[in-house]
């Protein structure tokens, strides 16, 4: 059983591991949380879901509080002991730390292996979320970094099978005394018959035409998505190339701030902010697109994953411009898909867009890695070291 705490669909990893169980032979269950308007018991793809019915207001926060301080849900754990004795559980898998806790305590008296899918560093993105203005005042106070890493360093000796998605992350948690063997790597990459299945919009394509566009595709939800520095090397871009647009195709907390300061800036005509578009649409925004951007800042985060984007761009064979953050620079630099700058500085970002100008200098970035994605870099190699972890539990 797969455990999400968000309603499910969408989320690209949880579908592709569970796609990828189900074509190998497990009955896959996925309990998921509940935005309220979907059914309890659904179907998706061959794949059972239970979701998590939803409390009343005042509930929710003070089960959150709970969690938040005890690492364990109280809710969570009564649908999880529920959905075994219906269904038949016999492993739990846990997407990321929240409710690894509450998984653990039924899997012991359950005698049920659990695994632990660590999608990023968790205390690393708690300290982030406690900065900003937006995060609730109760989970500034309730939500430590300092007690999520006890907490992972503890669970994580508990559990059957860690999953990471770089190796940057296992050699972090081996810090904890973790054995390498017990942790798999299952990078974020994209599944190639997923991905060019769909049909292009022919309409976007026209609307951009004419355009040297740089793309973003993904979260506007964090500073640490880096898309401030890619703002600010626009100016420095549009005056080397008067066609450039940036074109920022995601949403998230940040977009009317980060709006607000795009319009301050020259050239701010030249800067997109398309919104949120289903995953379909993805390929077309890429293949319109002339340079692909993941302009991560370095942080405890980000030098420890890797997004899906970067082996979507390359698969579509565009040339990918990436920060300085480890996971994302060795990938560049052993697939030779297209160059690296210096985190957080618009400048040196600009002048790698600049260079991209140059339509022969695209073309074989590009090329270089659709090659990698085709030959080794893509979920169906990846996917492997999944199924050889449930052979092993």
Request: charged share 25%.
């Amino acid at each position: 059983m797969i455990l999400a705490d968000r309603d499910f669909p969408p989320d690209i990893r949880v579908e592709k591991e569970a796609r990828t169980l189900r074509n190998h032979g497990r009955e896959v269950t996925i309990l998921s949380g509940h935005n309220g308007r979907t059914p309890l018991i659904d179907q998706w793809d061959g794949c059972r879901i239970v979701r998590v019915p939803r409390g009343g207001r005042i509930m929710e926060k003070l089960l959150t509080a709970g969690l938040l301080v005890t690492g364990y849900h109280r809710k969570w754990a009564r649908a999880i002991d529920e959905t075994i004795d219906r269904f038949g559980i016999e492993a739990l898998h846990v997407h990321d730390l929240s409710l690894l806790g509450t998984a653990i305590v039924i899997g012991k008296r359950r005698r049920i292996p659990v695994v632990a899918d660590l999608h990023e560093n968790y205390p690393a993105l708690v300290a982030l979320a406690r900065k900003e203005p937006e995060t609730p005042w109760y989970r500034k106070v309730l939500n430590s970094p300092r007690r999520w890493r006890r907490y992972e360093k503890r669970w994580l000796h508990e559990t059957s099978r860690v999953i990471v998605v770089v190796e940057e992350a296992r050699s972090r948690l081996m810090k904890y005394g973790i054995s390498k063997s017990k942790i798999t790597v299952v990078e974020n990459l994209e599944d190639i018959s997923q991905f060019t299945q769909f049909e292009t919009d022919k309409e976007l394509v026209k609307k951009y035409s004419g355009d040297f566009v740089v793309l973003y595709v993904g979260g506007i939800d964090g500073p640490h998505r880096g898309i401030k520095t890619a703002i600010e090397a626009m100016p420095h871009v549009c005056k080397e190339i008067p066609e450039a647009s940036l074109l920022i195709v995601g949403d998230g907390y940040l977009r009317f701030q980060l709006e607000a300061m795009a319009s301050r800036l020259p050239y701010s005509e030249r800067i997109t902010f398309a919104g949120w578009h289903p995953l379909s649409k993805v390929p077309t925004f890429i293949n319109l697109s002339a340079v692909c951007l993941v302009p991560h800042l370095s942080n405890e985060l980000t030098e420890s994953t890797n997004p899906h984007k970067l082996s979507q761009y390359m698969l579509l064979g565009k040339p990918v411009v990436v920060s300085s953050c480890g996971p994302l620079q060795r990938v560049v630099e052993k697939t030779g898909a297209g160059l690296v700058f210096h985190e957080g500085d618009s400048l040196a970002l600009a002048h790698a867009i600049i260079r991209l100008k140059d339509t022969e200098t695209r073309k074989k970035l590009g090329e270089a890695g659709r090659v990698a994605v085709n030959q080794y870099y893509n979920w169906k190699v990846s996917s492997n070291n999944l199924l050889m972890a449930y052979d092993e539990l």
